[in-house]
């Protein structure tokens, strides 16, 4: 089974900061897909941003980027300046484009200081 | 609006009492799945579904069913439920690759 791991429990950002969420993950296979969740305190689970691993450039939503390196297996999520409403437990994902299970990291906590 | 619904928001049962947690979605995706969210642990699979009639397990699936008869509609059982299986549940759908749509999460409790 796939697994993905994210190392940084908690982090903490000042307003209008930047921050880099990491992940990394384990697998055999050449063409996955890659998320980022958002979980507020309303529980809700928001996609942030999705990464194809066919796809070399890194996407890009608004404030939200992530810098995929395949070879390494690590998709990180940059938060450029950071609002309160950014404060959440974020999540990445991973899926292969043939398999049928989604693997989710143990989440990051991220708070954003006024 | 397309939403992933799910029934109900919160329940506190008893130890050995079957429930039932529904969900429906409105946007015929053919893959709908269960997850159960604990903390230190993030998301875990317990059941997926790639269509009607066709169900198969996550990373979690002992003591939880589940059925497809309708492409709309994903049933979470719980047959025998214990108070190891008290968690924060989820159901989500999507098609292909695409990311997937979640519920707003079920808040169980079994004492």
């Known amino acids: ?54 796809k070399q450039q890194n996407a890009t939503e608004n404030r939200f980027s992530v810098n995929f390196q395949k070879a390494a297996k690590s998709f990180s999520l940059k938060i450029s300046d950071s609002q309160l409403g950014d404060a959440a437990m974020y999540f990445c994902a991973y899926r292969s484009s043939t398999g049928n299970q989604f693997y989710f990291g143990t989440g990051t906590s991220l708070t954003v200081i006024p | ?48 579904s790639m269509n009607v009639e066709v169900t198969d397990k996550g990373d979690v699936p002992e003591g939880y069913k589940v059925s497809r008869k ?6 979470l059982i719980l047959e025998s439920p214990s ?24 808040r169980l409790s079994i004492l």
């Open chain 1, 1 to 54: 089974a796939q697994t993905v791991t994210q190392s940084q429990p908690e982090m903490s950002v000042q307003e209008a900061e930047t921050v880099t969420l990491s992940c990394t993950y384990d697998t055999s296979e050449s063409d996955y897909y890659l998320f980022w969740y958002k979980q507020p305190p309303s529980r809700q689970m928001i996609l942030v941003i999705r990464q194809e691993a066919y």
């Open chain 2, 1 to 48: 609006e397309a939403q992933v619904t799910q029934n109900p928001r919160y329940l506190i049962t008893v130890t050995g009492k079957k429930l039932t947690v529904t969900c429906s979605q409105n946007m015929n995706h053919e893959y709908m799945s269960w997850y159960r969210q604990d903390p230190g642990l993030g998301l875990r699979q317990i059941y997926y």
């Open chain 2, 70 to 75: 309708e492409k709309r509609n994903f049933p």
């Open chain 2, 83 to 106: 108070p190891n299986q008290t968690s924060l549940y989820f159901c989500a759908s999507s098609f292909g690759g695409q990311p997937q749509h979640f519920g707003d999460g079920t």
